[in-house]
């Protein structure tokens, strides 16, 4: 629960323990990793740690967990949408997993900690997570199809890595979907990849293939904007049509995870879990423009938003409440924006919550 306003980083203590609130009294909080060049798991949002810190410009993969534990992180400045090299130290360091996990079930031994392992890491961190008892029935990993085919490459991929002989009973796993990774699984399954079908048929394929694996699957992930077709009235550019129907494919895959009656029957609790992504934040660009951003993965930098229809694609993941009204968990970088909406509906009041974050909206040169 970080702010930025506030000298918060994300991915730290302070905001480790913000999240779990005044005396440990909240059980859930999510956090990133990226692998150091030793494989030893450190919280990073991105895999570049320039955004954050004053380390190298450089993969996290490239560097030694000595060389990033303990480096100083920073807040920069904001000036006509772009990061700058000015910034504000923080009262936090940077810190290795297993440190930050350890304090944070010192704070809420009754926690449950989800780890957003990503990229081709996940089988190296599911390894390193089975060796580690204390975090069992406490730590949820997230993995995603960006370099795993299928099931079993998965799992191929976990027993290369030395992992203890219990590991699929032992290490709770969250697969996640992507709408826009699924074209490329459809072109992996031999399908096409641009038809509502044929995208839906593949995301079918890669979460059959890991449910039939036997390992400790405590949920699905499916990310989804719930575009409508009015969005998209009078467009006819092809990379925005396939984005589009990808977003509905996601949709109807939440339905197969939630309501298909084998599904329920083989994996009765099996959740349906999803996200309000809110790497969304605003900055003047000139000219009394407003512009909208989000952050590269791999080099902490900002990259705008589209500015075709696939900004309600953006704007549907940024904006809490949306996708939620079909999950069981929703894993929110809003959570207190997503819990006031829920806590409103509770008591028939329909609010709109504006895409846009606040604690994350640039702060620009005037200080405002």
């Known amino acids: 629960m970080y702010d930025l306003g506030k000298g918060?980083?994300?991915?730290t203590r302070t905001s480790v323990v913000a999240a779990l609130g005044p005396a440990g009294k909240r059980n859930l909080t999510e956090l990133d990793i990226a692998l150091t060049c030793d494989n030893v798991p450190a919280a990073f949002h991105e895999f570049n740690p320039w955004r954050v810190s004053l380390l190298p410009d450089t993969l996290v993969r490239n560097l030694h967990s000595n060389e990033v534990q303990g480096a100083q992180v920073i807040i920069r400045d904001f000036v006509r949408g772009k990061h700058s090299e000015t910034y504000t130290q923080t009262d936090d360091v940077i810190e290795l997993i297993e440190p930050l996990?350890?304090?944070a079930f010192e704070v809420n031994p009754c926690a449950t900690i989800f780890l957003d392992g990503r990229e081709f890491e996940a089988h190296i961190i599911t390894s390193w997570l089975s060796?580690?008892?204390?975090?069992?029935?406490?730590v949820i990993l997230l993995f995603y199809t960006f370099k795993y085919a299928n099931g079993?490459?998965?799992?191929?991929?976990?027993?290369?890595?030395?992992?203890?002989l219990s590991w699929r009973k032992t290490v709770a796993l969250t697969p996640v979907i992507f709408p826009d990774e699924l074209p490329k699984l459809a072109k992996h399954f031999g399908l096409g990849?641009?038809?509502?079908?044929?995208?839906?048929?593949?995301?079918?394929f890669w979460?059959?293939?890991?449910?039939e694996q036997s390992m400790r699957t405590v949920a699905i992930q499916i990310m989804m904007a719930r575009v409508k077709p009015c969005q998209i009235d009078g467009c006819h550019d092809p990379s925005v049509k396939k984005a589009f129907n990808a977003d509905y494919a996601a949709v109807?895959?939440?339905?197969?995870v939630k309501n298909d009656p084998d599904v329920r029957q083989a994996y009765p609790h099996l959740k349906l879990s999803t996200g309000t992504r809110a790497y969304a934040f605003s900055s003047k660009i000139g000219h009394g423009e407003q512009g909208y951003f989000t952050m590269s993965l791999l080099s902490g930098r900002e990259i705008p938003w589209e500015t075709d229809e696939r900004r309600y694609i953006r704007q549907g993941y940024a904006t809490p409440g949306n996708a939620a009204e079909i999950a069981d968990w929703v894993i929110s970088d809003r959570s207190e924006d997503d819990m006031a909406l829920w806590q409103w509906r509770d008591r028939g009041i329909n609010?709109?919550?504006?895409?846009?974050?606040?604690?994350l909206d640039a702060i620009e040169a005037s200080g405002t």
């Not at 990849?193 to 079918?204: E, N």
């Not at 979460?207 to 449910?211: G, N, Q, R």
């Not at 109807?252 to 197969?256: G, P, V, W």
């Open 8 to 11: 918060v980083q994300e991915c």
């Open 101 to 103: 996990l350890d304090h």
């Open 131 to 138: 060796h580690r008892t204390k975090y069992h029935q406490r």
């Open 152 to 164: 079993k490459a998965f799992a191929e991929a976990v027993e290369q890595e030395n992992p203890a």
């Open 193 to 204: 990849d641009f038809g509502v079908d044929d995208l839906y048929a593949a995301g079918k």
């Open 207 to 211: 979460i059959d293939s890991i449910l």
């Open 252 to 256: 109807n895959l939440a339905k197969y």
């Open 351 to 359: 609010r709109e919550v504006d895409f846009r974050y606040p604690p």
